[in-house]
């Protein structure tokens, strides 16, 4: 008997938020997060919200399974001014 194939189940998105500011030698603080988000629309909001009162933020998604140790390549949801490189 053939087994059937089975769709390939995606991988968990993992959508995160942070803000910076300067500390007092200039270099980018993370002040706010990085915050997990429920989803990617919540994540631009927050952002957008965080970018009236803090010199840079981003949100940025990917997909994910921390337990695997997997990751995809994360895409940028919304970015503002300044923010450190993405590891």
């Known amino acids: ?7 390939q189940t995606k991988m968990p998105k993992l959508v995160v938020v942070a803000a910076f500011d300067p500390d007092g030698a200039g270099d ?5 997060g990085p915050a997990e988000q ?5 994540a631009v909001r927050i952002a957008k ?4 009162k803090h010199e840079g933020v981003i949100a940025w998604s990917r997909e994910a399974s921390p337990a695997l140790g997997e990751y995809g390549s994360p895409t940028v ?6 923010v450190p490189d993405m590891e």
Do not use: K
């Not at 980018?28 to 706010?32: D, H, S, T």
């Open 38 to 42: 429920q989803s990617e629309e919540r």
């Open 77 to 82: 949801l919304f970015q503002h001014g300044n």
């Open 1 to 7: 008997m053939a087994e059937a194939l089975l769709p």
């Open 49 to 52: 919200t965080l970018a009236l």
């Open 28 to 32: 980018l603080q993370a002040v706010f």
